[in-house]
């Protein structure tokens, strides 16, 4: 059936009331949700109204530095160098006092990187994108190729070898 939008500030309590006022979702996803705030009012407005609630937090929340290299759902939340990671935290604290409270449905997403039409996944920009589009190899970061021989001369192999990258086109 696809996806419904409706128009409101979101920061305009009255307005979004009106909006939303006899509607109900399926999904609500917020991916601007950044301080505790945003989830007190999204609580208010979508608890009753929404039989997914999904908060899009980030991988900077996990314990830093990093105690372990493998990062599971038991690896700790704390970030003492980043404001906006603690505050994705406190947000997620409220989403899960609301899940053992009133059994609110909701996710919490921690994506490590996210992206748009002016922020590529991947250093290259989206020249590499139109290189793969046209079948055509990405160029290698020579300074990552360089990085790449060193660590392989001081992996105790005294031998250097020619290090090649390629990346599957799928």
């Not at 696809?2 to 006899?22: C, F, M, R, W, Y």
């Not at 290698?140 to 001081?154: G, M, V, W, Y």
């Not at 290090?163 to 599957?168: E, F, G, N, Y």
Request: aromatic share 8%; hydrophobic share 35%.
């Amino acid at each position: 059936a696809g996806a419904e939008t409706v128009h409101a500030d979101i920061n305009d309590s009255p307005a979004v009331a009106k909006a939303l006022q006899g509607r109900k979702f399926d999904v609500v996803v917020n991916w601007i949700a950044f301080i505790p705030e945003d989830i007190e009012r999204d609580l208010e407005l979508f608890r009753r109204r929404t039989r997914q609630y999904i908060f899009i937090s980030s991988a900077s929340a996990y314990h830093k530095p990093a105690t372990h290299y493998l990062i599971t759902e038991s690896t700790p939340l704390a970030n003492p160098h980043w404001d906006y990671s603690r505050n994705k935290i406190a947000c997620e604290d409220l989403l899960v006092r609301g899940y053992r409270d009133d059994n609110l449905p909701m996710t919490i997403v921690r994506p490590s990187h996210t992206y748009d039409h002016t922020l590529p996944p991947f250093e290259g920009g989206w020249t590499v994108v139109e290189r793969m589009r046209q079948g055509r190899e990405p160029q290698r970061d020579c300074r990552q190729a360089q990085r790449d021989q060193t660590a392989e001369r001081h992996a105790g192999d005294n031998h250097p070898r020619q290090i090649l990258a390629q990346v599957p086109l799928a």
